[in-house]
């Protein structure tokens, strides 16, 4: 028996149309709407979303943009607190060089007939962070030489440079002495020397190299003070944190015999012996310059480990042919004592510069004397 459907539960029917179809498509299309609908307000989702994230993004930028312009702001103000440290002054002194390129007077060339030329080698110890050129005591030590042989032309020449190892100095000797005609060779040596990176050098810091790399962008920026600031913080807080030894424990590594550094320090060392041989100098002159804030009587675990490289050191010195002076006695009595250059700056005060003067002219006088006779 056929079932009829009443009319009002039909769709309308186009013409040639068959009633399936009609209903077919007349049920699908209302759904194909809310497909299309569901997909749009997905788009739009997504559109807001990365619109958000940019936002966001210039958000973060800006603010940082304008922390470190506040930082290097604020930098640049406090510089303005301390004499200035710079390219062209040395904490207020003004940094002058001769056309050799040291911090030093003209030097005459060829040597004046009857000058005995005291060429002193060094780094920044040597140099006179924070100092006036007359409270070096390479100056300190002329004055000393002048009065005690009076009529007798001598000149002691600072050819020192900062952060230069011992490596760099015996090259300074080797390209300079042909020139200068020296008389004598001294070497102040600072506890870094053998070390031809910076004095807190590990090998660990290399699995930073990427953070530091970061930093030196910041130059390009003009922020060379936010650049250097970030570089200390850095430097204070991979060892304090372990990721990387204190300076000590990586400095200790440079003094076994058995590693490179050590062995190119000491292979420098004879070098320069060599040279001096080869001149028909004197015996040259080593003087490791102690310096430090404490008691050289009491010494405090830093002040041991200084004492024992400037050791290990002068019994180096000595095998390579060197006359070695130390300097323990004198700053063993002077008890506990502060001796920074300044505020700001760890580097030998005027008092550490008139003791190695005091000494290096103990030494000094009597080869003088010998070569008068």
């Known amino acids: 028996m056929a079932v009829r459907i009443p009319k009002h539960y039909l769709p309308p029917q186009d013409a040639g149309q068959a009633p399936h179809d009609g209903l077919r498509k007349g049920l699908g299309r209302p759904g194909g709407q809310r497909l299309q609908s569901h997909e749009h307000r997905g788009a739009m989702s997504r559109g807001k979303e990365l619109l958000f994230a940019c936002m966001a993004c210039m958000v973060v930028g800006a603010i940082l943009a304008g922390s470190l312009l506040l930082l290097e702001g604020t930098l640049r103000m406090l510089d303005l607190l301390h004499p200035p440290n710079d390219s062209y002054f040395t904490w207020g002194y003004p940094i002058h060089t001769n056309t050799l390129g040291f911090r030093e007077r003209a030097v005459t060339i060829p040597k004046p007939p009857g000058t005995f030329r005291i060429m002193v080698l060094g780094d ?26 009076q009529g007798r032309e001598i000149e002691v020449l600072n050819f020192s440079i900062p952060s230069g190892p011992t490596l760099q100095e015996r090259d300074i000797l080797v ?85 490179p550094e050590w062995q190119a320090f000491t292979q420098a060392l004879v070098d320069i012996v060599q040279v001096t041989r080869v001149r028909q100098l004197p015996t040259p002159v080593f003087i490791p310059l102690l310096s430090f804030s404490g008691d050289y009587g009491k010494p405090d675990e830093l002040l041991k480990m200084v004492l024992k490289w400037s050791r290990q050191a002068e019994e180096a010195a000595r095998a390579a042919g060197f006359a070695a002076v130390s300097l323990e006695e004198d700053f063993i009595a002077e008890g506990y004592r502060s001796r920074w250059v300044n505020s700001w700056d760890t580097h030998p005060d005027a008092q550490c510069h008139e003791v190695y003067a005091r000494r290096l002219a103990e030494v000094i006088a009597p080869m003088l004397q010998d070569a008068r006779r």
């Open 124 to 149: 920044s110890l040597t140099w006179g962070v924070g100092l006036p050129v007359g409270h070096r005591y390479t100056a300190l030590l002329e004055e000393r030489l002048k009065g005690v042989l």
């Open 175 to 259: 390209a300079a002495a042909p020139s200068v005609d020296p008389d004598l060779v001294v070497v102040g040596f600072s506890i870094n020397d053998p070390q031809p990176r910076s004095q807190d050098y590990a090998v660990e810091q290399q699995r930073y190299d990427w953070l530091y790399l970061s930093i030196r962008q910041l130059h390009r920026l003009h922020l060379e003070k936010t650049a250097r600031f970030l570089y200390l913080k850095v430097d204070q807080l991979l060892p304090e944190v372990g990721l990387v030894p204190q300076w000590p424990e990586a400095l200790d590594r440079t003094y076994d015999t058995s590693s």
